[in-house]
């Protein structure tokens, strides 16, 4: 009997989990929207431009972005 009201307890502990994580989700998705007006207003009032924002902007190089070191080749010479 025990061991039932545990996994009753273990079982409403996660909903109320997931429950949590999906409010969550849907706060941070409308203080996003809400942020992102907001920039774009600032962005509006003072001018800027993407040269202004580019330091501030968070960007990552992929492998195609990136350049390679060309191996040093053998000479087929002996010495």
């Given amino acids: 009997m025990a061991e039932a009201t545990l996994h009753n307890q273990i079982a409403e502990a996660e909903k109320q989990m997931a429950d949590l994580v999906a409010k969550t989700e849907a706060l941070k998705k409308q203080a ?41 080749k053998r000479s087929t010479k002996r010495k």
């Fill in 32 to 72: 996003r929207e809400t942020d992102l007006a907001k920039a774009k207003e600032l962005i509006k009032l003072h001018g800027f431009t993407a040269t202004d924002l580019r330091p501030e902007l968070k960007t990552t190089r992929t492998a195609s972005t990136t350049t390679k070191k060309a191996s040093p």
